[in-house]
């Protein structure tokens, strides 16, 4: 029977005998690398057991509980049961078997690449210059330490990796006769199943993780399964890996810190409005409405980075949306609440507060969509002029490619995600991230996993990250409708596609000015896809492409001089997104300068500075208010 405390007796003696002997160049490389600078004692291999045996106590109860929890089928109740996945791949089979020639020219080449690989292996090991038969993507940060280039054996072990991963990833891309949200599902599947197997995920493959533990003797170890510890216990026995440093930031206190009031509040959102920097604003007000799969301090992180700030510091009057985090009391409140206890209650306590009836609305992502829907609304009931301009952050519209989250969203997905929520009244926050983190998991998995339980070390304070931990429920009623309605049936650019309030809405109506701005490397709003979601709106529109992605290539202050965008001032119906990009200009900086030249349009004349504490609502609490702390689950 299996031993843990035997197991970490047998490590401690092979760290040992590690500590004492070199018995080939990558050895000594690792142990050169590792005797610089380290003045630590001889290894003891029972304090080693001794110590572990007492993380190991520690993590009993931790495991005990969460296999009461679960019963050991998480994966299964998050809806990625390889049982899933078994009618495609018969079919994947069948489409094989069908047209074998494909499949044989792909295992051929794969053959040739590794044959390839081999000899130019053998040449490197005996000195002699030799080839790289294939290259890692520039940015793979899992390759960066020189040794995989300059060790044969790790140059080997990368390059059989990578082969091994292109021969599956071409064989599973290649089977064109599967349908193709089939072909996207296996696709998906197989990059999984490979960024997981990567070399730099296991110990004894990575040397970055070698010469760490042969410099500390063996202590990253120990201070990595200390980290595991600690994240099971803040998971409550769910492994919650950590990203950052939770104690560095904390919100209202160096997050969120721009100075404004809330004025307004119902059950399912604050309103927030800005303290004015400049003597005169721009007349028109500036609503901002966040996703509410997020919190909206994404768009006021810190000083230096906030769009809020900077939209204030340019002369508006700006007012965000601040979501509650729901609980199963706001089990019931469906889209047409966001709707109207959301966008159409914060308008009319902004024309209470400012005298304005219209307004300029930014919607970012799923509060793109609500802004959307909600203006075709609107249309309908001659009721648009509301909105000024309409400014879409990253924001889906045609749902037809709807990226890597689409692929989850079939029959099956949806009845789990329906039945878990019936449950409780709402999805969990912590389902959500974990699906967003899956779709990266490279950077927001096993980068992690390497620097937080193998190297031993704690995650850098990036407010990002703690942004993106921060997570929020979704009520069970507007989530039913958002994934079977949008993602699934794709009703939103269809006229007459979904009906709020027994009204039948057409996007196609919509005539308000519209500025789109996507993300070239955005994966869950795929930014052709956004383009072809613009297409079904009516009025002007101008529509800009952002380096990065869904949330990089937005927050991206001028004064940081980071990444470009693409300009093209010529829409055609009958372009194709890829045809409005080859005729694009590429420009240096933030789109943030050219949406800000394009809203003054928009914006009205200049009028005093509106000063929240001397309107006509009355202030309830200073930003960023209770509902954005509110933790989820």
Request: proline letters at 4%; a negative charge; hydrophobic letters at 35%.
């Amino acid at each position: 029977m299996y031993d843990p405390v035997d197991f970490y007796n047998l490590l401690g003696h092979f760290l040992s005998i590690m500590t004492q002997k070199t018995a080939s160049s990558s050895s000594k490389k690792l142990n050169s690398d590792a005797d610089q600078g380290s003045d630590q004692d001889s290894f003891d291999p029972l304090a080693f057991s001794a110590q572990m045996g007492e993380i190991l106590e520690k993590l009993q109860p931790l495991f005990t509980h969460y296999m009461q929890k679960h019963g050991g089928d998480e994966l299964s109740s998050q809806g990625f049961s390889p049982m899933a996945m078994q009618s495609t791949m018969m079919d994947y089979w069948q489409n094989v078997f069908q047209k074998p020639q494909k499949l044989i020219d792909i295992n051929l080449e794969y053959a040739q690449n590794m044959f390839l690989l081999w000899q130019e292996s053998t040449r490197k090991f005996l000195g002699e210059p030799s080839e790289q038969i294939i290259q890692n993507e520039k940015g793979d940060r899992r390759f960066r330490d020189p040794i995989w280039q300059e060790s044969f054996v790790f140059d080997f072990i990368r390059q059989s990796y990578l082969l091994t991963s292109q021969w599956l990833k071409t064989a599973v891309r290649d089977a064109d006769a599967l349908p193709e949200k089939e072909r996207d599902k296996l696709d998906f599947y197989t990059r999984l199943f490979v960024d997981a197997l990567a070399p730099t995920n296991f110990a004894m493959t990575n040397p970055e993780v070698l010469r760490e533990t042969l410099k500390s003797n063996g202590q990253n170890l120990l201070r990595g399964l200390e980290n595991l510890a600690d994240d099971l216990q803040r998971g409550e026995g769910d492994l919650e890996i950590s990203k950052t440093s939770y104690e560095a930031f904390e919100v209202g206190k160096n997050l969120a810190t721009t100075s404004g009031s809330v004025v307004f509040e119902n059950d399912l959102m604050q309103l927030i409005q800005y303290r004015p920097s400049t003597k005169e604003v721009y007349k028109t007000p500036l609503l901002i409405m966040p996703p509410w799969i997020n919190k909206y301090y994404i768009l006021d992180l810190r000083a230096d980075n906030s769009f809020v700030k900077w939209a204030v510091d340019q002369g508006h009057s700006v007012f965000v949306v601040s979501w509650v985090n729901p609980d199963k009391k706001l089990a019931k409140k469906n889209f047409e609440s966001y709707m109207t206890e959301g966008l159409f209650a914060a308008l009319d306590q902004i024309e209470l507060q400012t005298g304005e009836k219209s307004n300029n609305v930014i919607g970012y992502c799923i509060g793109g969509t609500l802004l959307a829907t909600s203006l075709a609304y609107m249309t309908a009931h001659k009721q648009d002029k509301r909105i000024a301009s309409a400014t879409f952050l990253t924001t889906l519209i045609d749902f037809n490619r709807a990226g890597d989250l689409s692929i989850f969203v079939d029959d099956a997905y949806l009845k789990m995600i329906d039945d878990k929520m019936d449950k409780v009244g709402y999805l969990e926050g912590r389902d959500l991230r974990q699906t967003f983190s899956l779709l990266r998991a490279n950077d927001l998995i096993w980068s992690f996993v390497v620097n937080n339980y193998m190297m031993g070390k704690e995650p850098f304070p990036f407010d990002l990250l703690y942004w993106n931990d921060d997570s929020t429920n979704m009520p069970a009623e507007m989530h039913r409708f958002y994934l079977h309605n949008m993602y699934r049936d794709n009703k939103l650019c269809k006229a007459g596609g979904i009906i709020l309030n027994k009204t039948p809405i057409d996007v196609s109506k919509i005539k308000v000015p519209s500025y789109f701005i996507s993300a070239k490397e955005d994966h869950i709003a795929p930014w052709t896809s956004t383009y072809e979601g613009m297409m079904n709106l009516g009025g002007k529109k101008r529509f800009v492409l952002s380096a990065s992605g869904h949330v990089a290539g937005v927050i991206n202050p001028p004064a940081a001089n980071k990444y470009h965008y693409w300009v093209n001032d010529k829409i055609d119906d009958r372009e194709h997104a890829e045809e409005w990009f080859a005729q694009t200009v590429q420009k240096d900086g933030s789109w943030w300068s050219d949406w800000a030249e394009w809203i003054k349009k928009n914006a009205g004349k200049k009028v005093p500075a509106r000063d929240p504490e001397k309107g006509k609502l009355k202030v309830i609490e200073p930003a960023p208010g209770r509902y954005v702390k509110m933790k989820g689950t």
